[in-house]
């Protein structure tokens, strides 16, 4: 009884987290987007890409896209084809994009809900971190990362049920949603063999793989141009103003090449330790088990830390973590206000911007954006540690002793 009442509460303070969501995005829809949305705090790339991806037109995604100098165009998305489709079958279903912004809010408020629901069942009342996270008012309706989120969180719920090729599909659909569910195979697959079961580590791995290639495949073979423009996309990207490098290595920042290199080469270093870490750690603790949250959590902050772009909801990417690890809640709370001051200081910066075409005066709103920034980055440098370090939540199978936070 106390376990339902438990869940009730979980669901009821996600429903009112959601409902607090869609009030602060749909301001959008009763307004001129004339730097107004910045303003207001409702800016959301639901509406902003309605017409700029051309989904309020016939096109279909990928398959009538591709990249070109000034950018995406036709069909073309910046984001994996489940994300792609997503954002596609809901725009068929409305005219304009205050509507697409109402559809997509009910279409994902769900998946807000199901990840509720499955981290209670693994960690129990700390799920109230997930569902009261500021984090949860302000990107569920911003973006579409709900989705990734989801299997991220039903891919930790299978694995605790010992089903890792569960897990591992899981994982894989989160992937062709967002990219970074698929950091999670690889500690995965080192769990499985850290129980000697080494057929099981590579099946991991393929089940993830086939799983991904599955449901990108019918977009290479109708247009691989359409298709690759997603990626190639990214590759161009100079740093946005929610990463460090733009307030500290400016020259590196504006260089694409370079900060491919950069980004991707310390990216790469970081789950290479984190992987090496947590081999290290089970041999040194005597444990029977890999830590596979510990180091999947770690393997997302680094992937968060050295991003080129860090867009805002980014932050619903390592929510799960602060509820699936036992670490002090002062540690979500800092992150909480960190992600708020970027989030307040950029758009406030954005609707200066929009009023003097002055980018260049340090105006309050870009301080705060500047603090907020290097303020998360230093965090993220900490989580590394501390998610490396933290036991797991009660129900989950792998928690060193002592079961203290930290």
Sequence with gaps: MKRKRELALVLAACALSLLAAYALKSQCTRLSWDGSQYGRLCYNDIQALYEARGLSGDAFVYIHGDLAAEGLVGGAIEYPVVTGVFMWLTSRVVSDFGAYLTISAAALAPFALLSAWLLHDLAGRRALLWALAPALVLYSFHNWDLLAATALCAGVWLWSRDRPLGAAAALGLGAAS?????????????????????????????????????????????????????????????????????????????????????????????????????????????????????????????????????????????????????????????????????????????????????????????????????????????????????????????????????
């Design 178 to 406: 967002k990219l970074f569910p698929a950091l999670l195979l690889a500690p995965l697959a080192l769990e499985r063999w850290s129980k000697g079961d080494r057929r099981g580590a590579g099946l991991v791995v393929a089940v993830g793989a086939a799983v991904f290639g599955a449901l990108n495949l019918p977009f290479i073979v109708a247009n691989f141009d359409g298709w690759w423009a997603t990626y190639a996309f990214h590759s161009r990207r100079t740093a946005d103003f929610n990463a460090f490098y733009s307030w500290g290595f400016s020259s590196l920042a504006g260089d694409a090449e370079a900060l491919n290199l950069v980004s991707s080469g310390l990216s790469v270093i970081s789950w290479g330790a984190a992987l090496a870490l947590g081999w290290m750690r089970r041999t040194s603790e005597g444990a029977s088990l890999y830590p596979f949250l510990q180091v999947s959590a770690a393997m997302v902050v680094a992937f968060l830390l050295w991003s080129k772009v860090h867009s805002p909801q980014y932050a619903l990417w390592i929510l799960p973590f602060f509820v699936l690890l036992r670490v002090s809640p002062g540690w979500w709370l800092a992150y909480a206000l960190a992600d708020l001051a970027v989030y307040v200081g950029i758009f406030r910066w954005f609707y200066d911007f929009s009023l003097t075409g002055d980018q260049v005066t340090w105006t309050a709103a870009k301080t705060v954006l500047v603090a907020g920034v290097w303020g998360r980055t230093v965090l993220l440098a900490c989580l590394f540690i501390v998610f490396m370090r933290a036991p797991s939540a009660p129900r989950t199978p792998y928690s060193p002793a002592p079961a203290r936070r930290v």
